[in-house]
């Protein structure tokens, strides 16, 4: 198949321009290169023949849709939002990206679409309450962080909650800035199958971490600044009490999952959407990935655990792998245990 990949220079893009173009795919790789994300390449070199365009902007497709079957959306402003100041930064990107992305499409009659999603949109995950089942709780207070209570309780009892996987039937609360502009990306697809009319697929990628991730930005993932940790010789340093919940998946794994979601997207009946979660099956408490990466890196060092919060962090949050082996055939290859402590020693961007 002919397919246009967006965000192609990115972490993510680059492994999965690399699985599409193994798979036999005709590639068109088209990226803007945004600082925030890139830095410098160090796994792969941009790929071959890159168009480097924004795609907000109409014009600068020029013919460039010529043929394609398949549109694979990754370029968006990624990481959590640092202030209140980026808040156009993603609106920008990824909510006018993603529509100009699909009038663009539509323009040129390519009705299949597949969209980089994100855990963010689910907030904070799936609870359950001995007494009271499954619970949504609100976000953390200042207080309650200040004080060291990280567990959210249970808004009927306020006794203590136990995390559970989170399904994509679940409702979407997002809590930052990326967090929404990820849901309204959903959004637009949902729109667009049926005024095109068109098919999509969003996937809902877990905390995703391999080579090529970009160094020690406060946008960048946790991995990378207890890698960064590391390397300056200085224990990593894990928020909150270190027992948050999250599900680690290797961009090895994201680019296996978009290729699935390609295959998936092209069978679907019109005026379908599909969101499915892309995880690694394997949920990990934070402290513990921060000791598998430094395994990995030969430093016998136990993580410092601080107390510190973010406002706007969720607690536990870990998708549920099932719908998408059901549907999509996508299993994650790679364990974190593994995959965090290789990570400890692969190629990052600068
Ligand atoms: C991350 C991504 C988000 C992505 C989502 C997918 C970033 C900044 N966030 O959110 O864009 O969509 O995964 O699920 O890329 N922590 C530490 N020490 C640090 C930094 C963070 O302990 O130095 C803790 C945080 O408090 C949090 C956990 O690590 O509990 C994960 O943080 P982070 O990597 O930012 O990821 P998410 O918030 O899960």
Redesign the pocket.
């Known amino acids: 198949m002919r397919i246009l990949l967006t965000g192609a220079a990115g972490f993510i893009g680059t492994a999965t321009w690399r699985g599409l173009v193994t798979d036999g795919h005709d590639v068109v790789a088209v990226d803007l290169l945004v600082p925030e994300a890139h830095g410098v390449a160090t796994r792969d070199d941009p790929p071959a023949g890159l168009h480097v365009l924004d795609v907000r902007e109409a014009s600068a497709w020029g013919d460039l849709f010529q043929g394609v079957d398949v549109v694979v959306h990754l370029a968006a402003m ?3 939002g640092v202030t209140a100041a980026d808040l156009p930064l993603y609106a920008g990107h990824n909510d006018l990206g993603t529509a100009a992305v699909l009038a663009a499409m539509h323009a040129a009659n390519v009705d299949r679409f597949v969209q980089a999603s ?3 949109v689910y907030g904070e995950g799936r609870y359950t309450c001995p007494e009271h089942d499954t619970q949504s709780p609100g976000p953390r207070t200042r207080e309650a962080l200040d004080a060291g209570t990280f567990d959210t309780p249970c808004p009927v009892c306020g006794g203590p909650l136990d995390w559970a996987l989170v399904g994509e039937d679940a409702a979407l609360d997002p809590r930052s800035s ?2 929404v502009s ?1 849901v309204a990306q959903e959004g637009y697809a949902g729109a667009w199958v049926r005024q095109a009319p068109g098919a999509a697929v969003s996937l809902r ?4 971490y391999g080579p090529g991730m970009p160094r020690d930005t406060p ?5 990378a ?2 890698r960064s940790s590391l390397e300056r010789g200085e224990p ?5 009490d ?1 027992t ?1 919940m ?1 599900d680690f998946v290797h961009v090895d794994d994201v680019a296996r999952a978009n290729l699935a979601a390609v295959r998936a997207v092209v069978g679907l009946e019109p005026a379908t959407h599909r969101a499915y979660n892309v995880a690694s099956g394997h949920p990990i408490a ?1 402290a513990d ?2 000791r598998h990466v430094a395994a990995g890196s030969g430093r016998d060092v136990e993580p410092r655990i601080t107390g510190q ?2 406002i706007g ?2 607690r536990h ?1 870990v998708a549920s792998p099932a719908r998408a082996r059901d549907e999509i055939g996508f299993t994650a290859q790679v364990t974190p245990e593994d995959g965090l402590a290789r990570f400890a020693t692969a190629p990052l961007r600068a």
């Open positions: 990624v990481g959590a994100s855990m963010v990326y967090a990820k990628y877990h905390n995703v946008y960048s993932g946790v991995a600044m207890f990593p340093t894990v928020f909150e270190g948050q999250r934070i990935v921060a919060y973010r962090d969720v949050v």
